[in-house]
């Protein structure tokens, strides 16, 4: 499997199917009069996952970039090409939500005997119980850093510590040309502990490599 990260909660999947096959999952592909980033053109996804549409290009513009991709945009249980996709709201589980709380979805997707977990623009200070139940064991998970106002380092550790990956690839946070207001990577990596990370250009990675008992943060280059 390759992850690589296209900017704020863009990233593209491709997970090998064997004898030469690969499927591609694009999530998030961003649109340029919102972020500042381009989408990632020609990639040739079979899977288009949104987690929200607040910058996220509209189906026109999907259509242009990922020509007859199977577009999955809320909550449910999908599979597609043999992926298992499950998409979580943003709210599931909660009490007390106002109609003002942003929509959103959390993805989990499981292929190559491995599953990720893609947060979104997720904010909240924590997840609901019955959201971790709903994510379960995750390998691979992508989340924020520090976005919306109750979302900092602390809260952010406290959102790993629930899911307990065993690699966190951090992401929706400042880079040049994006527009969105992000978080500070150096902020949250000092808050975790880790020292500098030197970024890859992407994440080559198969389930044997990854270790339980050795979680670490990945950081990519966009």
Known sequence: MQIIWHGQSCFEIIVSKGKGENI???IDPPGEAE???KAPAKTGAQIVLLSNNSYTLGKG??????PGAFVVDGPGEYEIKGIYVRGTDFNFGKTGVSAESPAGTIYTIEAEEMKLCHLGNFSDKELAMAQVEKIGNVDILMFP???????GAKETLKIISQIEPSIGVPM???IPKLKLEAGDLKEFLKAAGVGQIEPLPKLTIKKKEISPEEAKIIVLNP
């Open 61 to 66: 513009d999907l259509d242009k970039i990922a």
């Open 24 to 26: 591609v999952i694009l």
């Open 145 to 151: 850093v520090l976005g919306g106002k109750d979302l």
């Open 172 to 174: 929706n946070y400042e």
């Open 35 to 37: 972020t500042g980033l």
